[in-house]
């Protein structure tokens, strides 16, 4: 666990371009919902119109209807309902419109980010196995959640507004011009002033909200961490140091969200405060013109009421935009963060020989559909089209392998190992020696920086890695389960397999007896990782799904460590069984289960410095001698 304060000790990243952020999220929005977004783009222009229509009424209303009839003894109102009603009826016209808008922008809305979710599930599973090794999970987890939940305010309320504050800036600004020129400019003015607050205020407030979002990653992160290992927690009383912890990244999540939203929220109250400012200097200056100017300079009463009104109309998409200007800056930080995920390199495969299904014919290896339990590599030739299938024997050779997670520091240095068809290799050694990294390079989790790995005589670079992995059954020492009936969880390791294949590699793993005991049997629903059963449980279950997936080769990595001597006597007869006939890499730091190995091979320190059977081993002397009669001298 992390000492008090090392979390915090990382830089937090700026949002490094929010028009090209922006600019990349419309283009994502318009590729599937463009016909959507012309729809509610005229929706605005027509709600827009509505309401610049009404205001510009008032000026008709006052001039042309209510002031020719003051003094008239019986005036006629018929002309003015029928004007009110015509009035009337471009505002429902604009109700609809914006009903409409509404509307389709929660669509938009939802689909975006269904969309979002989707691309990113989607490019996670295309991701290296490096990329899970060096980012918390709870970080991850927060950009399927908090960061596209950013996205919603922004594109149901934030956008639309941007749009109409658009529109209406135009068409109000083109109608003030036409009641009063020098009024529109005092109140341009005005809007510069707002512009240059905003603009100074949005500077100070925006470098805040990425680290608003990363601080939140972070925190999910610990907490994912702590529940997972809520256990150790309690066994070694650190509850103090984890509420320590948490405090430390939750004050810097405090600090980075106050910060961010203390300059976005006092944003509106300034803009709004100043649009009141300027509509007191127009209603003053107005006033004057109205009763003092003539000519060019002078207003009627109606115009003067009907500019007041648009100078409110004006400066208000603007206080509207700064309301969403919390949402939006927090949406594009929100952003950047998907777009850093959705960004991060695939895993590379350039492999194309291939492992099929198939049957001799007259001799001949043939390519089936049919599981026949003869697997061959397929090899299409560039050059001339050929199809070669050759037969998986199991065959693998590392030749003078170098390796390290950096290339500044190398882990493994100079690895050979040579396994014969259906041969049981262990690897023994003491913790970090380099075991697991090898099984790792195996399944081309990792790719070598120097040397040769050969399968079959292939060079694994050029199997396809899917069908690689398809080849290597892997039972590995923590076992995941999913919240699943038992059934489903075996069946993961071949999901065409049928119930009676289930059930016969649950036998094979003496996890039969255990499974029928469970309250639905086979139909037990696991939830939490297995929580509720124990450790051997969850492991023989492991076996299991190694056993369904009956693949041609095995990676054994610690799969009995979890299980008492008893039952790893029965589970190891099992296991022997599984291994018959194919070739088997096995880690074990119990010696008692290797002890059948046709090689075993001794690390340290990433360098291999002992092999040969257990009796020859034995008879050496060396390392393996002392680790497995516990004898240092």
């Given amino acids: 666990m992390a000492a008090p304060g090392r979390r915090n000790m990382q830089p937090r990243p700026k949002v490094k371009s929010p028009g090209k952020t922006f600019k990349r999220l419309i283009g994502i929005i318009l590729k599937k919902y463009k016909i959507h977004l012309i729809v509610v783009l005229i929706s605005i222009v ?11 009424f008032i000026q008709t209303l006052i001039d042309d209807y209510i002031v020719p009839m003051l003094g008239k003894p019986h005036p006629d109102f018929t002309p003015l309902l029928l004007a009110i009603a015509r009035v009337a009826c471009f505002y429902l016209i604009g109700a609809a419109a914006t009903f409409t808008q509404a509307k389709i922008m929660v669509y938009v809305t939802q689909g975006t980010m269904k969309d979002l979710r989707c691309d990113i599930f989607r490019h996670m599973e295309s991701l290296p196995v490096k990329y899970f090794d060096t980012h918390a999970h709870g ?37 003030m011009f036409a009641l009063s020129v020098p009024l529109t400019i005092i109140t341009l003015l005005m809007v510069g002033v707002m512009m240059m607050v905003t603009k100074k205020v949005a500077g100070k407030s925006s470098k805040y909200f990425l680290a608003q979002q990363t601080d939140l990653g972070k925190e999910n992160g610990y907490i994912e961490e702590m529940m997972t290992g809520q256990k150790v927690v309690k066994v070694f009383n650190h509850e103090k140091k984890s509420i320590e912890e948490f405090k430390e990244l939750n004050d810097q999540l405090f600090q980075s969200s106050y910060n961010a939203n203390m300059f976005a929220n006092i944003l509106m109250p300034i803009n709004g405060q100043l649009g009141n400012l300027s509509y007191v200097i127009c209603a003053l200056a107005g006033g004057a013109l109205a009763l003092f100017g003539g000519g060019f300079m002078g207003v009627s009463l109606g115009s003067l009421v009907s500019f007041l009104s648009f100078n409110k109309s004006f400066s208000h998409p603007i206080t509207q935009v700064s309301q969403q200007f919390n949402s939006i800056i927090m949406a594009l930080a929100g952003a950047e963060r998907i777009f850093a995920l959705l960004d991060e390199k695939s895993e590379e495969d350039n492999g194309y020989v291939m492992l099929v299904n198939a049957k001799k014919t007259n001799g001949k290896l043939t390519e089936t559909d049919e599981r026949t339990g003869l697997w061959a590599w397929k090899h299409v030739h560039q050059a001339t089209g050929e199809v070669e299938y050759k037969p998986l024997e199991g065959a693998l050779v ?5 390796f390290g997670y950096t290339d500044e520091k190398l882990v493994l240095h100079n690895i050979d190992i040579d396994a014969k068809p259906g041969q049981k290799i262990a690897f023994v050694g003491s913790t970090g020696a380099g075991k697991t990294t090898i099984t790792n390079l195996i399944n081309r989790f990792y790719d070598i920086q120097d040397g040769k790995i050969r399968y079959d005589g292939i060079n694994i670079n050029k199997i396809k890695k899917s069908d690689l992995r398809r080849s290597l059954g892997i039972v590995l020492q923590e076992t995941n389960l999913f919240s699943d009936t038992i059934m489903e969880n075996i069946r993961y390791g071949r999901l065409d397999a049928t119930d009676e294949e289930v059930i016969a590699a649950a036998k094979l793993a003496n996890a039969d007896h255990f499974i029928r005991q469970m309250p639905d049997g086979y139909n037990t629903v696991i939830k939490a990782d297995g929580g509720s059963l124990s450790q051997g ?14 693949p041609p080769a095995l990676i054994l990595d610690e799969a009995t460590s979890s299980i008492d001597t008893r039952t790893e006597k029965m589970v190891q007869e099992s296991m022997d069984k599984l291994m018959h006939g194919r070739t088997t890499f096995v880690i074990a730091h119990r010696l008692s289960t290797v002890k059948n190995s046709d090689c075993i091979i001794v690390l340290e320190h990433g360098r291999i410095i002992e092999r040969g059977t257990h009796d020859q081993l034995l008879e050496q002397k060396g390392k393996y001698y002392q680790l497995y009669t516990g004898n240092a001298s």
Avoid: K
């Fill in 46 to 56: 027509v709600s827009v119109l509505a309401s610049v229509q009404g205001t510009l």
């Fill in 139 to 175: 970080d991850i987890m927060s950009v399927y959640t908090n960061d596209v939940d950013t996205l919603r305010q922004m594109v149901s309320q934030g956008m639309p507004q941007i749009f109409s504050a658009a529109i209406t800036i135009i068409a109000v600004l083109i109608s």
């Fill in 398 to 402: 590392m030749d003078d392998v170098d």
């Fill in 537 to 550: 449980q969850r492991q023989m279950l492991a076996i299991a799904r190694a056993a369904v997936a009956d």
